[in-house]
C-alpha cells in the first residue's frame, strides 16, 4: 500500500527544472517506492544493490550508462559514485530537464561527489520518515507556505477527526515499513535497523575499534533528544574524545538520523544559550533505543514531554523540507530563564511555539511565548502552543492552542 507524500510536488517541480535529480534520506524513509510510483511509467529503473549491475558501474560506468539511458532510475547511487562525473559529461552534452534520477543513503562521500561533480546542474531533496499529516493522509498541498500553514493551525477550533493517539505516534515514530506493516515486530525491525546502519553506513567511516562506543554514544544521544547538546559531557559518558564526539554528531546529522536546532540571538540585546539542541528524527527509533515498551510506559515515563516535543518539531522539519519552504528554524533560551521550544522565521515575522503534553493548559503554560512577543517587541506578533489539549483556537489575545493531530 503506497501513502501519498508531501515531498510529491517538489520532485515533479524540480524534473521539470533540472536535468538531475537526487533524492536523499535516511534509510528506509521511502526513497525507492516514491520514485517508483511517482515515476515509474516513465522511467527505467536500476538497482545499484544488485552485485552484477554495480560491478558494471564501477567497472565499466560508460556500458552502464549506454544499457540503462536516461530517462532512468538509478537507486542507491552511493553504492558507484564514481557513475556522477560519466553523468556530469551527458548532462552537459544535453541538459534537458528530468534525466536522471538518483536516490541515495546521504553520507559524507556522497554529498561531496555530487557537490564536486553536478553542482548547478543537480536538485537535492530530501525524504525523511512520515510527517504526521502523510500518515493520516490528510496532506494539504496548498499549504505550502509557512505563513498559510501556521496560520490555518492557529485558526483551526476543531480537532481532526483522523487523530492518531499520542503514544502510537510517539512509539511507532514515522518509518514506512512500521506504519504500512502491521505485522512487523517493532523491536526486531528497529534492532535490525540499527544493524544494518552501522555495518553499512558507519563501518568504513570510523575507527573498528570505536563501533562498540559508536552505537553506546547513538544510545546515550536518543535518551537526551531535545536537550542542548554537551560534547564534553558526552565524551566524559562514552570515553572517547570531544573531536570523535563531534564527528559523530555531524555523521549521525548528515546521515539524517538527527537534526540540529539552533539558538536564535538576532539583536535581542541578551546573551542567550549557544548550543544547538539535539534532536532524533524518528521518535519510535528513540523509544527502542531507550527500551520503552508500550505506550503506557512511554507516556507515564519521564521521556513522555521530550518525545512529543522531538515528534512535534520534527514534524514541521519534515513538512517544510518536502514542500521546500525557504522558511528557519531556531530555538529561544537566555541565560536568565526565558524559553521557547520553536521559532519559525518567515518573510512576515517570526511566530513562537511551545509544544506541551498537556490536556490542560494553564498561564504558566503561555509563559515563555508571552515573553518572546514581549522581547521581540513584534507589533501584532502571534504564537501558539501545541498540546493534547482538546480546547483549540485562542487562549489569550495573541496566542493560540492546537491539538497535535491538527499539525
Same mark, same amino acid.
Given at each position: 500500500m503506497y501513502i501519498k507524500r508531501l515531498i510529491e510536488k517538489s520532485l515533479k517541480d524540480s524534473i521539470e527544472t533540472f536535468p538531475v535529480v537526487l533524492i536523499t534520506g535516511p534509510r528506509q524513509s521511502g526513497k525507492t517506492t516514491l520514485v517508483q510510483q511517482v515515476l515509474g511509467k516513465k522511467y527505467q529503473y536500476v538497482s545499484l544493490?544488485?552485485?552484477?549491475?554495480?560491478?558494471l558501474a564501477i567497472e565499466d560506468p560508460r556500458a552502464f550508462l549506454r544499457q540503462y539511458a536516461a530517462p532512468v532510475i538509478i537507486d542507491e547511487i552511493q553504492n558507484a559514485p564514481e557513475l556522477l562525473s560519466y553523468i556530469k559529461a551527458l548532462v552537459d552534452k544535453n541538459r534537458s530537464?528530468?534525466?536522471?534520477?538518483?536516490?541515495?543513503?546521504?553520507?559524507?562521500?556522497?554529498?561531496?561527489?555530487?557537490?564536486?561533480?553536478?553542482?548547478?546542474?543537480?536538485?537535492?531533496?530530501?525524504?525523511?520518515?512520515?510527517?504526521?499529516?502523510?500518515?493520516? &493522509?490528510?496532506?494539504?498541498?496548498?499549504?505550502?507556505?509557512?505563513?498559510?500553514?501556521i496560520g490555518f493551525l492557529m485558526r483551526a477550533k476543531m480537532i481532526s477527526n483522523k487523530v492518531l493517539p499520542i503514544g502510537k505516534w510517539l512509539l511507532e515514530g514515522g518509518y514506512p515499513e512500521i506504519i504500512v506493516n502491521k505485522k512487523i515486530i517493532k523491536k526486531i525491525w528497529f534492532s535490525s535497523y540499527l544493524q544494518t546502519y552501522i555495518d553499512r553506513d558507519v563501518r568504513?567511516?570510523?575507527?573498528?575499534?570505536?563501533?562498540?562506543?559508536?552505537?553506546?554514544?547513538?544510545?546515550?544521544?536518543?535518551?537526551?533528544?531535545?536537550?542542548?547538546?554537551?560534547?564534553?559531557?558526552?565524551?566524559?559518558?562514552?570515553?572517547?574524545?570531544?573531536?570523535?564526539? &563531534?564527528?559523530?554528531?555531524?555523521?549521525?546529522?548528515?546521515?539524517?538520523?538527527?537534526?540540529?536546532?539552533?539558538?536564535?540571538?538576532?539583536?535581542?540585546?541578551?546573551?542567550?544559550?549557544?548550543s544547538p539542541k539535539c534532536y532524533f528524527m524518528d521518535t519510535g527509533l528513540v523509544s527502542f533505543l531507550v527500551g520503552l515498551q508500550d505506550e503506557s510506559h512511554l507516556l507515564q515515563g519521564p521521556?513522555?514531554?521530550?518525545?512529543?516535543?522531538?515528534?512535534?518539531?520534527?514534524?514541521?522539519?519534515?513538512?517544510f523540507s518536502a514542500l521546500m519552504d525557504t522558511c528557519f528554524l531556531y530555538f529561544y533560551r537566555s541565560v536568565d530563564g526565558h524559553e521557547v521550544d520553536l521559532l519559525i522565521e518567515t518573510a512576515e515575522g517570526i511566530f513562537p511555539i511551545e509544544m506541551k503534553l498537556s490536556s490542560t493548559l494553564t498561564v504558566k503554560h503561555t509563559s515563555g511565548v508571552e515573553s518572546w512577543l514581549k522581547l521581540s517587541d513584534q507589533k501584532q506578533g502571534r504564537g501558539m502552543i501545541v498540546s493534547t489539549s482538546e480546547r483549540s483556537g485562542l487562549l489569550s489575545s495573541n496566542i493560540s492552542n492546537c491539538h497535535y493531530s491538527l499539525l
Open positions: 544493490d544488485e552485485l552484477d549491475v554495480r560491478s530537464p528530468g534525466q536522471w534520477i538518483l536516490t541515495g543513503s546521504q553520507q559524507f562521500p556522497l554529498m561531496r561527489n555530487v557537490s564536486e561533480s553536478l553542482a548547478g546542474r543537480v536538485a537535492v531533496l530530501t525524504l525523511y520518515p512520515f510527517a504526521l499529516d502523510e500518515m493520516t &493522509k490528510r496532506l494539504r498541498p496548498k499549504l505550502d507556505q509557512a505563513i498559510d500553514y568504513g567511516n570510523i575507527k573498528t575499534a570505536n563501533l562498540n562506543d559508536f552505537e553506546r554514544f547513538v544510545k546515550v544521544l536518543a535518551s537526551r533528544t531535545s536537550q542542548e547538546l554537551n560534547y564534553s559531557t558526552l565524551s566524559r559518558e562514552i570515553g572517547v574524545t570531544v573531536p570523535t564526539i &563531534k564527528s559523530w554528531v555531524s555523521f549521525l546529522e548528515a546521515s539524517s538520523l538527527i537534526y540540529l536546532l539552533y539558538p536564535y540571538h538576532k539583536n535581542l540585546g541578551k546573551r542567550v544559550i549557544k521521556m513522555a514531554g521530550a518525545l512529543f516535543e522531538t515528534a512535534c518539531i520534527m514534524h514541521f522539519v519534515k513538512r
